[in-house]
């Protein structure tokens, strides 16, 4: 069985500094893996994605994550944070043999605080 | 249209109630994924259709609930008898292709109130 790991329920951050969200995750063979965020009021966005290659993958709204496969770990940055990103984010794990769900975090919502 | 759009928004319904929730996955998209959020959880697969063929229905929590995809657009949930362990958000997806590394684009969801 596959399973994502958010250990952070919330995560505060001030304005204008760096940001991460912590993700660890477990598939019985390689992953695909995916950050979506999601506003109030609003569905979950997609925000970056890992499928193969470079371990750092960029994304929107100035948005990274680095795969780390010894680790199992796919956590988001982000080098300024802004109060505009304030907001619930999910991590969120694909099995690559071919079956189709998807498994996501329990969710960590971030506060920039101006 | 330009995203996916679910309706109604909210239901309200009373335990013993049948519901129906509806879907309109982005044009021409071939994957649809339905998902059930719990208040201040992740959200957890329901049931994947390729197509019009429902291909995971690992996910539905009992024979109450039943999903259809019958033209490969437009897709419903429908929830029979409902219970209170039955409110939630129920979101619903859509992806271009089924390949698995493709992402997910979602609807705004269905907040299902059971009374």
């Known amino acids: 069985a596959q399973s994502v790991a958010q250990p952070e329920d919330q995560v505060n951050v001030a304005e204008g500094n760096p940001l991460t969200v912590k993700c660890t995750y477990s598939v019985s063979g390689n992953p695909y893996l995916f950050w979506y965020v999601q506003y109030p009021n609003r569905g979950l966005q997609f925000l970056l994605k890992y499928i193969t290659g470079d371990n750092l993958v960029k994304g929107s709204y100035g948005f990274e994550a680095e795969f780390n496969k010894s680790q199992t770990s796919f956590h988001l940055k982000k080098p300024s944070a802004l109060v505009s990103d304030s907001a619930l984010y999910f991590c969120?794990?694909?099995?690559?043999?071919?079956?189709?769900?998807?498994?996501f975090g329990t969710g960590t919502k971030l506060q920039v605080i101006p | 249209g330009a995203g996916v759009s679910q309706s109604p928004r909210y239901k309200v319904a009373k335990r013993g109630q049948d519901v129906a929730l509806r879907c309109d996955p982005i044009s021409g998209h071939v994957s649809l994924f339905w998902y059930q959020q719990a208040l201040g959880q992740g959200p957890e697969f329901l049931t994947y259709f390729q197509n019009e063929a429902q291909l995971d229905k690992s996910g539905l929590p009992s024979d109450r609930f039943f999903a259809e995809r019958p033209e490969g657009s437009v897709s419903t949930l429908k929830i029979q008898r409902t219970q209170q362990e039955d409110s939630a958000v129920y979101l619903c997806?859509?992806?271009?292709?089924?390949?698995?590394?493709?992402?997910?684009?979602f609807g705004q969801g269905t907040r299902l109130t059971v009374v």
């Open positions: 969120a794990v694909r099995d690559r043999g071919g079956y189709q769900k998807v498994t």
């Open positions: 997806a859509s992806s271009r292709t089924p390949d698995p590394n493709t992402e997910a684009f």
